[in-house]
């Protein structure tokens, strides 16, 4: 783990005006996810220290929670600066989705354990194989469970089957639901039109970007929010041809 | 549950604090063996007293090797067992993976920051798949491509989910199998299906290596729009163009392929060639940098690439002197070259005619021609001759030194040796029009050519008796002496003789100094293993 990107990336050459800002930023996203990386590692070190009294706290779960949402939002941002330059690497491979699933459940362990939220998975057919890019997807369904946990009373869940030959990925939770015009404009946040709403709108954005990535025959992928999940609340639901 | 108390984990980081947590997660796992390293060449060290079940390599380790590097030197090494897991951890996966060659992948990817679940539940599933798979990794251990093939069917047929690492490892067997017919219709038919990465650069390289150019061509492009980051399909562009003899084009798309991956010390040493060929001093002098660079920590470095840095700077100033700032870098990197390959005598005298070179153009006659003489000496006592191409270029650099006489001497030997080759022939009568050592082949190359159409009518006393007389003439020639000893090797099987052996065995010694390089090697090597066999 290096504090210099240039080592790792292919950093575009500056424009000879002097800074692009875009770039500065990128690196130092890049640079802001290592220290929140050690930062957390020295947390969790810190913690297990602890005794038991001390370590179960309320704020416990809000260190771990915010840190992994702060993660996800770097993420996406390297991510969408990777969209602007023609530079997000794309490398799909065949996976089993239960496997898939269970990896994202694993990343939220404590957080789901800490809030005594229920987690479950559930994949149509067994050893349903799928088509895909795990790190880009993978990203998108982190940061939609970490939005879930949010919102979710007692439980979350993840299912996935297929239909019309299409893998669906759906992410519900207990919670109160989208706000309705959220549903409404979601078109809006999916094509970047709107971004009133901030991270939210700009998850939406990259999610939908994502899965556009993921393509067969012409058909693109694409992502659809819902209300009448089956916990009762809202539903994130992405499908990848 | 699968049990970890009994296996062997290798952490590598160059924070104390990743390895002292992810340590602390391995224990929750009942791992009892970890070992940790901070950086890659420790990490090779401690592989070679270990045969680690489980290593866990950060990709980016600041100073010094990369987790990639140090993957593939593994691999090359033979350090690392294929039943290992590998894991790279990075902070960012997807730089990792474009980064990382399609031929030497880890086993997975895992993103930082990861919490003890998500660590056990991949490594759970790596496990599993390992041992799934132990028949064809078995196999392929033993180089027993046809048992990898068998392996493959069995998997696929009892688990479905092992079906996309069986069909890789399948077509690899097929490759190796030389089965093109079935490759191509394997990868043609993935690829139908699902546009996956590997398959799309095996199929390129595999039309490449046919010689069907514009087949390649199709599948390279339109695989690029797809996959913009995957810099193995712009060298695979660039490969068809040069074969094409398109080298500016060729250089081009190395150039992109090396834009998202700069630190390919291949593609650098690619480029620096293309370049030089192409008169792009500028570009070829900045890759032989990058390439030299790369190499420092690198058990792939090529002492080529010094050479080539230094050759690159000085043909730059073309008739007239180098700078002095070129002359300097031309002396460092050479004086580099010399401390590292001492004990290799072609390259340090290699190395003293390009300087010789550089420095007659300064007028520092007196030091280049104490660097010729020093070369002079090494060259008349090498233990092995030049491969043609380099044979060619020591000729010119001595031609060009005003030493005509030991320029022709090279030429002669490089015609005896090689001079059945009509491309080398070509070269040769380039820089020279001595019919003595244009015309002196030719009786030995008539004989030679009757010997191998006696040979495939299977007349084979007729064939080694035609060889023979082919070597009496040139008995330093490697496809002479190759050609008799099978012709020996072929009468030998029907018949023993302790006489004949002999023969063939000499004929073999005789030819034993044939670099490794050279295309023959395969062969020589074949019928040494023959012979030791009877």
């Not at chain 1, 783990?1 to 770039?23: C, K, Q, V």
């Not at chain 1, 940061?143 to 979350?156: E, F, G, P």
């Not at chain 1, 700009?202 to 993921?214: M, N, S, T, V």
């Not at chain 2, 090498?382 to 001497?409: H, I, Y």
Request: one cysteine or more; hydrophobic letters at 40%; aromatic letters at 6%.
């Amino acid at each position: 783990m290096s504090t210099d990107p240039s080592n790792e990336a292919a950093t575009p050459e500056p424009s000879p005006e002097g800074l692009d800002f875009s770039t500065v930023i990128a690196s130092t996203v890049h640079d802001m996810k290592n220290s929140l990386g050690l930062l957390m590692q020295a947390y969790e070190r810190w913690s297990s220290a602890l005794p038991p009294e001390l370590a179960e706290t309320a704020e416990r779960g809000m260190i771990e929670y915010e840190s992994m949402r702060l993660n996800g939002m770097l993420v996406q941002m390297l991510g969408l600066y990777k969209l602007g330059v023609n530079q997000l690497p794309m490398r799909p491979n065949w996976l089993e989705v239960e496997d898939f699933l269970q990896e994202q459940l694993a990343r939220h362990d404590e957080i789901l354990r800490s809030r005594h939220i229920e987690s479950s998975y559930d994949v149509e057919e067994d050893g349903l194989m799928a088509f895909l890019d795990t790190e880009l997807v993978g990203s998108v369904v982190g940061n939609v469970i970490n939005n879930s946990i949010r919102y979710a009373r007692s439980a979350i869940e993840l299912k996935a089957w297929t239909e019309e030959g299409q893998l669906i990925i759906a992410i519900s939770d207990d919670g109160q639901g989208y706000p309705p015009s959220m549903i409404e404009n979601q078109s809006d946040y999916v094509l970047g039109i709107n971004m009133s709403t901030g991270s939210t709108g700009l998850g939406l954005y990259f999610g939908q970007r994502i899965a556009e990535l993921h393509q067969r025959d012409g058909v693109h992928g694409r992502i659809e929010l819902r209300n009448d999940g089956p916990l009762g609340g809202g539903e994130f639901r992405i499908y990848l041809p | 549950m699968i049990d970890y108390s009994k296996k062997r984990f290798l952490v590598v980081d160059d924070f104390s604090e990743f390895r002292t947590s992810v340590t602390g997660m391995l224990r929750l796992m009942a791992v009892k063996n970890v070992d940790a390293a901070a950086r890659g060449e420790e990490a090779i060290a401690m592989c070679r007293n270990t045969a680690y079940d489980v290593i866990l390599h950060d990709y980016n380790l600041g100073a010094g090797k990369n987790g990639q590097q140090v993957l593939e030197e593994l691999h090359h090494a033979g350090l690392i067992s294929p039943h290992c897991i590998f894991v790279m951890c990075t902070a960012e996966s997807s730089q990792a993976m474009v980064m990382s060659a399609l031929e030497c992948e880890p086993d997975a990817y895992l993103t930082k920051p990861f919490n003890r679940a998500s660590l056990q539940q991949r490594l759970d599933k790596l496990v599993e798949r390992k041992l799934a798979l132990k028949p064809i990794l078995d196999a392929q251990a033993k180089r027993d491509q046809n048992a990898v093939l068998a392996a493959c069917e069995q998997i696929m047929a009892s688990n479905k989910r092992f079906a996309p690492q069986c069909l890789r490892h399948k077509a690899g067997a097929l490759k190796a199998l030389g089965k093109h017919a079935e490759l191509e219709a394997l990868l043609t038919g993935l690829i139908a299906d699902r546009p996956m990465p590997w398959a799309l650069v095996m199929l390129g390289n595999h039309w490449l290596e046919r010689g069907e150019l514009d087949r390649a061509e199709e599948i390279f492009t339109s695989a690029i729009r797809q996959f913009p980051m995957l810099p193995a399909l712009f060298d695979g562009l660039a490969a068809v163009h040069a074969a094409r003899g398109a080298t500016d084009k060729a250089q081009e798309y190395l150039e992109q392929g090396l834009r998202i991956s700069p630190n390919s010390l291949q593609r650098q040493h690619d480029l620096g060639k293309l370049a030089k060929a192409n008169g792009d001093y500028d570009k070829a002098i900045r890759a032989f940098r990058q390439a030299v660079d790369l190499g420092r920590h690198s058990q792939f470095r090529n002492p080529d690439d010094h050479l080539d840095l230094a050759a690159s700077l000085n043909e730059q100033a073309g008739d007239s002197a180098p700078a002095p700032k070129a002359l300097l870098e031309i002396r460092q990197t050479l004086g580099d070259l010399g401390k590292t390959w001492k004990d290799d005598a072609q390259l340090v005298a290699r190395a003293n005619l390009l300087h010789a070179n550089a420095l007659a153009k300064t007028g520092d006659q007196t030091t280049a021609d104490k660097l010729v003489a020093e070369a002079s000496t090494l060259m008349a006592d090498l233990p092995t001759f030049f491969s043609a191409d380099v044979a060619l270029e020591v000729a010119t650099q001595l031609k060009q030194l005003g030493r005509e006489e030991q320029a022709e001497a090279v030429l002669s030997t490089c015609a005896e040796m090689y001079g059945d080759d009509a491309k080398v022939m070509d070269a040769i009568a380039g820089q020279t029009s001595n019919p003595r050592i244009l015309n002196a082949g030719v009786q030995a190359q008539t004989l030679n050519r009757e010997g191998i159409q006696a040979y495939q009518q299977q007349a084979f006393p007729q064939a080694l008796e035609l060889f023979r007389q082919a070597r009496e003439l040139q008995p330093r020639n490697i496809s002479f002496a190759l050609n008799t000893a099978q012709s020996l090797l072929r009468l030998l099987l029907s018949e023993p003789s302790a006489e004949l052996k002999a023969e063939c065995q000499q004929c073999l010694a005789q030819v034993s100094t044939i670099p490794v390089t050279d295309p023959r090697h395969a062969r020589y090597e074949k019928l040494c293993k023959t012979v030791a066999s009877l």
